[in-house]
């Protein structure tokens, strides 16, 4: 019965002895051998049966015979270790078996094993579904991988946005603030310098007085005069009033520059756009801030002053950005140190770097450095739109701007513009 | 389930894990031409969780396998990773081992301890079980084994000194087959039920 | 008289075993050691002229009682009844001088025919 039935068992069996040699084979496994092996493979050695496996069999007859336990191979380390083969369900096509294999010690009533019976399973519809699912897991994981990247860039972009939209509300509050407080300053101003007019013209009436009562021969009239001024300490009161109106003006003029600043942040679109070259640029924007960075820093330009880097940009916003790039980098500067500036003319972008030796940007303070009224200097020094000006400036030149800093180093600002024509801003003409 | 041992049925155990251990370790010595130094085998009655906590050590590659028959349950192997490059060469692997025979070294080797410790744990008490094939456990283990409210583990440990390789069997008996086992002890060593 | 015998094994089942294969008949004192520490004073004691002597023990483990004897106490007969079966455990207790190597779990005719060869039966 025994006989009969292992032909129908769906298993491929064998036995080997200690020689190697096939002592049995069931049909199921001479069924599925390779055409040019003989079908009667009993009493043949598995050198030559299974010539390519020979190795790898006689390992594990080995560890069997001397562990007298059984030893077994999975389809997932090796895969087809007899030459078999298998019908695929999925194609139809012959394919090579993909085999679970035990290889298990026949004793037959003795101490020692004297035989392995080696059952293979053709697990080979299994393995081609967990491969298939092996790869749909793999290609779900690239695009999962993806997908990540992905948020990220959403993230970034949506930071960005953020920012540019809280750019634009403080840009439309600056415009406000700059209208409302233009027009008291407009007429505080020319009242001032009214007055000053005014009282110049008094002091002169007060000395043509002066000069003919000390001419009087009245003493008592003269000493009047003399009691009145110094009741009203007319002679401070000469030297003082000029002071305080030139006083007044000064404040009234650093008024109006916070509100210029609001000013161009508010309209920022309003220059004129044309092709311009960003060394004479930064040369004319060093002209001008020479007065407040002299004293503590010396500067280092990479560049030549015979090169021309072309950018079709808005010139005298662009100057505002290096200017407040450099005096920003002057500052940061306590006694002495180095300011260098680098510019990088590539095929389709512009690199300029502030760089400075200055005392650095503490790591909580880089997030907020280009929010607008973020300042760290003195109260009156900084208007704390500098940086958030610059930033909306090279925002509307598709540009950017990036920070590295070390406290105690020092920092670097990195401006990049990319190369555009007219034709790429158009969308920002119109919008405007 | 409270399962204490007596001091005697501790002792008992542990006697018959170390002759197991004994036999085992000749027969890998046998197949490396090696020897192998061994431990005093650890018996203890341990909850899910510190069953947890000694098989999810780290840097180490682990396998599981299940045996069937009068007693029951899975054996946990911990190998290390140094000095399998060194067995697998022993072993009359090819060297350099890819992945694949890196796994299949592993498997080997666990199927080897496991099966030689288990069967002479086995044939001591004249009780029969089978082991299945060995796979390679990577995750955590959880919640699957925490169904077993009290396992019996015996830890053992083989260390091949010549080439820093250690590693540990873990064989977890299930409830009932801690009580079959404690029988046979009891009947072994004179104890009445 | 009777030969004073020690069974030195951690393990009290084991030492059970021993004492359970100790054929019927054979006069024996056998005291009991649980480690190789007090398998040595058994030895000064005079209480084991045949000792039987696991190899894995705390404390002090076979292969040193072995060095310890083969240096002071030659004529003590030693048996060693181990689970550790590998070759080189063999050779190594073959050449401290132990007279024979016998293994664990222990058979009792094998226990028999090694009393008799050597002729303490």
Known sequence: MFNELQRYIPVGICVLDQAHTVVFAN????????DNTPKNIEGMSVDKVFPDAAKIIKRKLKSVFALKAASFSY????????ELSSSRPVTGDETSMYQNIQYVPIFEHSEEVKKVCVIIQDVTELASYYQEQKRLTEALEIEKQELKTLNLKLEAAQNQLLQSEKMAAIGQLAAGVAHEINNPIGFVNSNIQSLEGQAS???????FYEAHFSTLVDSDLAQQEQQLQNQHSIDFLKEDVPDLLQECLEGLDRVSKIVESLKSFSHVDNQEWQEADLIKGIESTLKIANNSIKYHAVINKTYSLDDEVLLYCQPMQINQVFLNLIINA?????SSGTVTISIEDKQNEVIIAIQDTGKGIPAGDINKIFNPFFTTKPVGQGTGLGLSLSYSIVAKHKGRIQVDSQVGVGTTFTVSFPKLSEADFSDEFTDN | MNMPLSEEQRDGLQELMNISMGQAANSLARLIETKISLSIPEITSVSPNQLNEICNTAHVYRTRQSFLGEIKGEVINLLSPQGLKEIAELMDYDSPLDDSDLNEVLLDLSNILAGACLNGFSSQLELKTSLTMPTIYKHQLSDDIAEWKTTLVMKIAFIIESIAFDSRVIICLDENSIKTVIQKLNAMLGIED | MAIPVTVADDSMMSRKAVLRAI????????????NGKEALVMVEQGKAEVLFLDLTMPEMDGFEVLTHLHEHHAKTVVIVISADIQPEAKKLVDKLGAFRFLQKPLQKEE???????????
């Open chain 1, 27 to 34: 049909e199921f496994l001479k069924n599925r051998l390779p």
């Open chain 1, 75 to 82: 389809w997932e380390h090796r895969p087809h270790v007899f």
């Open chain 1, 201 to 207: 013209g008094l002091f002169a009436m007060l000395a």
């Open chain 1, 330 to 334: 002057a500052q940061s500067i306590a």
């Open chain 3, 23 to 34: 054929p019927e008949g054979w006069d024996v004192e056998v005291s009991e050691a649980k």
């Open chain 3, 111 to 121: 226990l028999h025919n090694t009393l008799q060869e050597l002729g303490l039966l």
